[in-house]
């Protein structure tokens, strides 16, 4: 059911907004409704770059479902990444 796939991703909660780290967005997924979302102008700096927005869920004759998804890669992919791993290894005392 596409509304379970959804509500799953609205949900979801990862350890870094867990435990409420300073570059952790509020949300990691965003599930936009809007038909034609994501779109990378408008949805590229969500959660300051750090939010991954997911639109256009729909189903798919072979995979059952496909959607569209969308990251900032420089700032989730690599520097906000990598700062986010710094500050979750910090958090449980790993350095």
């Keep these: 059911d596409p509304e379970e796939i959804i ?12 435990l409420k780290l300073p570059s952790a967005p ?7 409704r809007e ?9 590229r700096d969500t959660g300051r770059g750090m939010t991954v927005t ?4 729909r189903r798919c004759p072979i995979l059952h479902y ?13 520097a906000g990444g ?4 710094a500050e979750l290894c910090v958090s449980k005392g790993l350095v």
């Design 66 to 78: 496909k959607f569209a998804l969308l990251g900032h890669n420089t700032i989730r992919g690599a």
């Design 35 to 43: 038909p034609d979302r994501p779109q990378p102008l408008r949805d």
């Design 82 to 85: 990598s700062i986010l791993n």
């Design 7 to 18: 509500a799953a991703w609205e949900n979801y909660q990862s350890e870094p907004q867990q």
């Design 26 to 32: 509020e949300h990691g997924l965003l599930y936009s």
């Design 54 to 57: 997911i639109g256009r869920l």
